[in-house]
């Protein structure tokens, strides 16, 4: 089995910071393409940010320049730093892995979801 579990949301004045991070347990052999996802009250999830196993990172237009996604292979946990926070930013923020295990089978798993409020 694998687990993902995120961590580092919370409430924050706007301009301010965050940084989110998501652990990846179990059966790993290995971790593709790691990438975060928000979603808003009453709107759809959306792709935020996406880093390959190469390290190649893509952003949404939205966070461009504001965050920045990274990873630690190591201790397969992927991070979100989140700066100038904007009130738009609020939402449900989900990591997903691309994940290879011990089977050899490959699949996309979910963390459960960490809140960010951007609020003054």
Do not use: H
């Not at 996406?50 to 992927?78: C, E």
Request: glycine content about 10%.
């Amino acid at each position: 089995q694998v687990q993902l579990v995120e961590s580092g949301g919370g409430l924050v004045q706007p301009g301010g910071s965050l940084r989110l991070s998501c652990v990846a347990s179990g059966s790993i052999r290995s971790i593709y393409t790691m990438a975060w996802y928000r979603q808003a009250p009453g709107k759809q999830r959306e792709l935020v940010a996406v880093i390959n196993s190469g390290g190649n990172t893509n952003y949404a237009d939205s966070v461009k320049g504001r965050f920045t996604i990274s990873r630690d292979d190591a201790k397969k946990t992927l991070y979100l730093q989140m700066d100038s926070l904007k009130p738009e930013d609020t939402a449900i923020y989900y990591c997903q892995d691309y994940i290879a295990t011990m089977t050899g089978a490959t699949s996309d798993y979910w963390g459960q979801g960490t809140q960010v409020t951007v609020s003054s």
